[in-house]
């Protein structure tokens, strides 16, 4: 009898803990009647963002968002830490707290569309993942914000003064205006919380498997260290006042210790990428990683793909792919690379050599045979197993001190010596998997315990002119994006539209929710009790304690029935 006393008190306290630790909330598209609106399930979900009740969530809880279409803002207010992080995830068939709520229809697991309106972070709020996942292990891109008809706004913002660390926004399309008279930025992230000359108050967010496109810019990142961008896809960056805002692939200024990887920078159906990973002439960075990406087609004047206007010290590019640019890809124009920096193992094809920076060892550039890809017509990267002069298998150096892997989860060097370019050679299928944890990304963060956040509050922070125009110290005021770099006299050949259709060998048909295909992986930077890990839901500790408890309890009875 003690026995069953003690393990029902165990249970009880277990179940509490619990409780007490998670919960799950609902939210459905703005407009509606979903009966009480406390976000209890999906029968009562709360009736848009603008509705979350975000004092009553707590941290290691879950948000659950249904499929349509929202017109507020997300404005997500909690700060969290690395061990119970925030999720904010879109509505999936595969998750029993999806599906097991009340109200449950299958048409609630759909693209979540955010017409007109992005996700701001504008104060201290740490540790929060938003996530677009249509299957537990990565799937598609289920969140869609969409800004076409607009003239400026940003998908993502960190406004100026947010303290912003340790976030993760994952399989997410960031549709921007498009090639239209920009009246404000039009960036698809604005990563520029200013706060004041040299007080860098953003660490340590990811952003993973991303679709930006249609913007001026894709990504501003100034004031923020320890950025991690992978699986990023960007194209058609452009704009018809291309003086005034000046495409750039990601824009860096007066950041450090950031990791670029696994990506992919082209041009489009319109437009390239601009300036490329920008390293911008008012300098302040250092110690970023460039690896396994792949840049191709940038083959106008004024496109680029990694771009040095500054000096950077710690700059390592390894293991990239360049194809068909008009200018190296590391090129340097009027900076340079300082102490600590390498280019190595950096596949050139069509494409002259990678600028002198740093360290450069076993870099391969091919002006046109012999053709390394399996299949270059359509924009296979994957290289053929043929080796010896021109070919890139098996003729780089071990890096396995810094990553292991391709964008394909391929091991480098599986086959005894490591492979030039973005993938290892692999003979067979490509595995399906991610890359290991890079061991110097940063870790992750969440948000804090505010009231709910008025209803229509957020228009872009931009509406009227560039954001940083009046911030000391501004990149877009000490640097102005409009100047582009030294000796770019010349409009970006991605200024207008191109009037043929793509002919990259890659659709830009599919805007929204897409599958991907460049081996999906997880989310490595998992969170507190009942949190996915990967993809797949970790067994919560209160779980494996019960597991334990009840194995206890039989053996003591057991012991009992024997000295019977």
Not at 88 to 116: E, F, N, P, Y
Not at 236 to 257: E, M
Not at 501 to 524: E, F, I, K, V
């Amino acid at each position: 009898m003690r026995s069953l006393t003690w393990f029902l008190a165990a249970w009880t306290l277990l179940a509490g803990s619990q409780q007490a630790s998670a919960a799950d909330w609902y939210v459905r598209p703005d407009g509606g009647s979903y009966g009480s609106e406390d976000g209890s399930d999906w029968s009562n979900a709360f009736d848009g963002f603008a509705d979350v009740a975000w004092s009553s969530i707590a941290c290691g809880d879950t948000v659950w968002v249904a499929g349509g279409l929202y017109t507020q803002p997300l404005l997500p207010q909690k700060k969290c830490t690395s061990a119970s992080r925030l999720q904010i995830r879109r509505a999936r068939a595969d998750a029993g707290a999806v599906t097991s709520a009340a109200g449950w229809s299958s048409q609630l697991a759909a693209t979540v569309h955010m017409k007109g309106a992005g996700i701001t972070l504008s104060g201290d709020h740490d540790f929060i993942t938003v996530s677009g996942r249509t299957t537990a292990s990565g799937g598609g891109h289920g969140w869609w914000i969409d800004l076409s008809g607009e003239t400026s706004g940003s998908a993502i913002t960190f406004d100026n003064g947010a303290d912003v660390d340790g976030n993760t926004f994952e399989y997410l399309d960031l549709q921007g205006p498009g090639n239209v008279t920009y009246t404000g930025d039009g960036r698809g992230m604005d990563l520029t919380p200013y706060a004041g000359s040299g007080a860098n108050i953003c660490s340590g967010n990811t952003f993973s498997h991303l679709k930006i496109w249609n913007w001026e810019s894709g990504v501003y990142n100034v004031w923020c260290d320890g950025s991690v961008f992978e699986y990023i896809e960007e194209y058609d960056l452009t704009a018809v006042n291309w003086s005034a805002y000046h495409p750039n692939g990601i824009f860096i200024h007066s950041s450090s210790d950031g990791v670029v990887r696994y990506s992919r920078f082209r041009r489009g159906s319109v437009a390239g990428c601009g300036e490329g990973i920008f390293f911008e002439q008012s300098g302040g960075c250092s110690n970023w990683r460039i690896y396994g990406n792949l840049f191709h087609d940038l083959d106008s004047t004024g496109l680029k793909a990694i771009h040095v206007t500054s000096t950077v010290t710690g700059l390592r590019v390894y293991n990239n792919t360049f194809d068909n640019i008009v200018l190296p890809g590391v090129f340097l124009n009027g900076g340079a690379c300082g102490a600590g920096s390498e280019v190595k193992n950096n596949l050139s094809y069509a494409t002259s050599a990678p600028s002198s920076c740093g360290a450069m060892s076993n870099n391969l550039t091919v002006p046109s045979t012999p053709d390394p890809f399996v299949n270059r017509a359509a924009k296979d990267y994957h290289i053929v197993g043929t080796t010896g002069s021109g070919y890139p298998r098996n003729a780089g150096t071990d890096l396995s001190a810094l990553f292991t892997t391709d964008m394909d989860g391929v091991a480098f060097g599986a086959d005894g010596t490591w492979d030039v370019g973005a993938y290892e050679h692999a003979a067979g299928p490509v595995p399906d998997g991610g890359p290991a944890p890079d061991s110097a990304a940063p870790k992750d963060s969440a948000a804090p315990k505010d009231s709910a956040a008025p209803k229509d509050s957020a228009a872009p922070k931009d509406s009227a002119a560039p954001k940083d125009s009046a911030a000391p110290a501004a990149p877009d005021s000490a640097a102005p994006k409009d100047s582009a770099a030294p000796g770019d006299s010349a409009a970006p050949g991605d200024a207008a539209p191109d009037s043929s259709p793509a002919t990259d060998g890659l659709s830009d048909g599919t805007r929204h929710g897409d599958a991907t295909t460049d081996g999906s992986r997880g989310d490595t930077l998992g969170g507190g009790c009942g949190c996915e890990i990967d993809g797949t839901p970790a067994t919560p500790w209160w779980a494996i304690a019960l597991a334990a408890v009840l194995a206890c309890a039989r053996r003591r009875s057991r012991r009992t029935e024997g000295r019977r």
